[in-house]
C-alpha cells in the first residue's frame, strides 16, 4: 500500500510557478479512440433507435431487456421507489429538495419591456425550455443529490417536462436515487446510460423523446458524447475531475481540514484537494491528521491515490497572499477557513462557490445547503457559472418600432447597411421613411 506523500510548494520558491501550473493541467477531452468509438454509437442510435438502445443496453449493462418499455419508469414506478427507502433518507431528501428549490427561486428571471419617447417598444421574453434531460450516472455510488442539483433548477424555471436517464446495471436501479428524482418532480426516467443515452436524449427515438437540453456529470463516454451532440441540444457544461481549495488561517482544527479535503479526493483518482496557509506548522498538523484518519476512510485507496497524484500543500508568506492564488486556480470548491471571510469577497473574482467560515464544509453544499452543486472545473470558474434556473430560461428580444421611431431609425439602419454593401437591407428601411 502506498504511503500518503503529499507535495509541499512554497510561493516564494523559484519555480513556484511552473510546479503550480504542472499541478493543475488536466487535459479533459477524449482521446481519438474514444471519439470514434461513441461517434458510432450515436449514430447507430440516430439511424436505429429503440433496436439499438436495447443492444447497448445488453452490451453495457449487462441488462437483458427484451422491449424499449422495460426501459421506462414511470411516475408510479418513481414514487414506489420513494416510499421503500427508510423515513429518514425520505425526509433527508425532501428537505433537501425543498432547500434547492427555495434557493434558486430566487435566481428566476421575467419578461420586461420598456418604451421609448416616439412609441417604440423594446424588451425581452423569458420562457423555459420545453423538455430537459437529466444524466445521472449509475457507478458505484448512489447519486442522489445529483438528481436533485440537475432537475430542481429546471422545475423551477418553469421546463414543461424533465426526463431523466440513468444506467441499470443487469437491471437494477437505487431507490434512493428514484427516491431522489419522487422529490425532484421527474417526469419518467429511462434506463440507460453512457453514449448511447446521450445520443437518444439529443435525437430522440421511438420511445425516447428528444429534449432541448441535456445536463448532468458522466464517464469520459458520456462527456464525449455531449461535446458531439452539442449544437443539437444545448448542454451544461464538460466537467473535470472534483476539486477542493482550502485556505487556513491554522486556526481550525487540522482534523476538520483533513476530512474536508479528503471530501473530494474521495470522488475518484483524479480528483484534487489543495491546502493553503501561511502556517508552516499547520500544514504539518494537517498533513499528520490526515495520515491517522486515512485508514478509517472507506475510500481510503482513492483518497490515497488522488493526493499523492494531484494533491498539494501551499505555504504563502502573507495569508492575504493566497487571494491571488484563488483567482489564478480558479476551483470549483473554495473554502475559507478564516475569521472574517467575507472581507474576502471583493477580492475573489474566480471560484465556482465559496463557502465561508470555519462551520462551512463543502459537504453541506453538495447536499443541502442550497446553492448548486454541479460547478465549473479545471479553471473553467473563469467564465462558466454554477447551473441555475437562468440555465433552462431562453431570452427572446422585443422590438415594436413606432411609426415615428421608423423615420429616425431608419435613416440611421440605411446608412449602416449601405456601408456594408447590403442593398436590400437599406431599401428595407428605407421605404418605411416618410420622406
Given at each position: ?20 501550473d ?18 458510432s ?8 433507435g ?5 443492444e ?62 416616439d ?6 421574453q ?48 437505487s ?11 421527474i ?5 440507460l ?46 466537467a ?21 479535503l ?77 475569521d ?52 433552462f ?43
Amino acid at each position: 500500500m502506498t504511503e500518503l506523500n503529499l507535495r509541499r510548494l512554497n510561493a516564494s520558491a523559484e519555480g513556484f510557478d511552473s510546479a503550480l501550473d504542472t499541478l493543475l493541467a488536466w487535459e479533459s477531452v477524449s482521446d481519438s479512440t474514444v471519439q470514434q468509438r461513441v461517434a458510432s454509437i450515436i449514430e447507430q442510435v440516430r439511424h436505429r433507435g429503440d433496436e439499438a438502445l436495447l443492444e447497448f443496453s445488453r452490451q453495457f449493462d449487462q441488462f437483458e431487456v427484451s422491449s424499449a418499455a422495460e426501459l421506462v419508469l414511470d411516475q408510479a414506478a418513481i414514487a414506489a421507489g420513494f416510499h421503500r427507502l427508510p423515513t429518514d433518507q425520505q425526509q433527508a431528501l425532501a428537505t433537501a429538495a425543498e432547500r434547492v428549490e427555495q434557493y434558486h427561486s430566487h435566481q428566476v428571471s421575467s419578461s420586461w419591456q420598456y418604451e421609448e419617447a416616439d412609441g417604440t417598444v423594446l424588451g425581452q421574453q423569458v420562457t423555459a425550455m420545453d423538455r430537459v434531460g437529466i444524466y445521472v450516472p449509475g457507478g458505484s455510488a448512489p447519486l442522489a443529490s445529483s438528481v436533485i442539483m440537475n432537475a430542481m433548477p429546471a422545475r423551477v424555471a418553469g421546463v414543461a417536462e424533465v426526463i431523466m436517464a440513468t444506467p441499470a446495471p443487469k437491471g437494477q436501479v437505487s431507490d434512493f436515487v428514484l427516491g431522489a428524482a419522487h422529490v425532484a418532480g421527474i417526469d419518467r426516467i429511462f434506463l440507460l446510460g453512457g453514449a448511447q443515452a446521450i445520443a437518444a436524449l439529443a435525437y430522440g427515438t421511438e420511445t425516447v423523446p428528444a429534449v432541448d437540453k441535456v445536463v448532468g456529470p458522466g464517464n469520459i463516454y458520456v462527456a464525449t458524447a455531449k461535446q458531439q451532440v452539442f449544437g443539437k441540444v444545448g448542454i451544461d457544461m464538460i466537467a473535470g475531475p472534483s476539486e477542493i481549495l482550502v485556505v487556513c488561517d491554522g486556526q481550525t482544527p487540522a482534523e476538520w481540514t483533513a476530512y474536508d479535503l479528503f471530501s473530494q479526493a474521495e470522488h475518484d483518482s483524479d480528483a484534487q484537494s489543495i491546502l493553503i496557509s501561511h502556517d508552516a506548522a499547520y500544514l504539518d498538523a494537517v498533513e499528520a491528521a490526515m495520515v491517522r484518519l486515512l485508514p478509517e476512510m472507506e475510500r481510503a485507496d482513492i483518497i490515497r491515490q488522488s493526493l499523492n497524484d494531484r494533491g498539494a500543500f501551499i505555504l504563502v508568506e502573507q495569508l492575504g497572499d493566497a487571494k491571488a492564488l484563488i483567482n489564478r486556480i480558479a476551483p470549483e470548491h473554495l473554502e475559507l477557513s478564516i475569521d472574517n471571510p467575507e472581507s474576502w469577497l471583493p477580492d475573489i473574482r474566480h471560484a465556482g462557490a465559496i463557502f465561508m467560515g470555519r462551520y462551512t464544509p463543502e459537504a453541506l453544499g453538495d447536499y443541502c445547503a442550497g446553492p448548486n452543486h454541479v460547478l465549473p472545473t479545471s479553471g473553467t470558474a473563469r467564465f462558466f457559472s454554477p447551473l441555475g434556473v437562468y440555465d433552462f430560461q431562453k431570452r427572446s428580444s422585443v422590438i415594436g418600432v413606432s411609426r415615428q421611431g421608423a423615420q429616425t431609425l431608419g435613416k440611421v439602419a440605411s446608412v449602416l447597411s449601405r456601408g456594408e454593401l447590403l442593398t436590400a437591407h437599406a431599401k428595407s428601411a428605407e421605404v418605411r421613411l416618410d420622406d
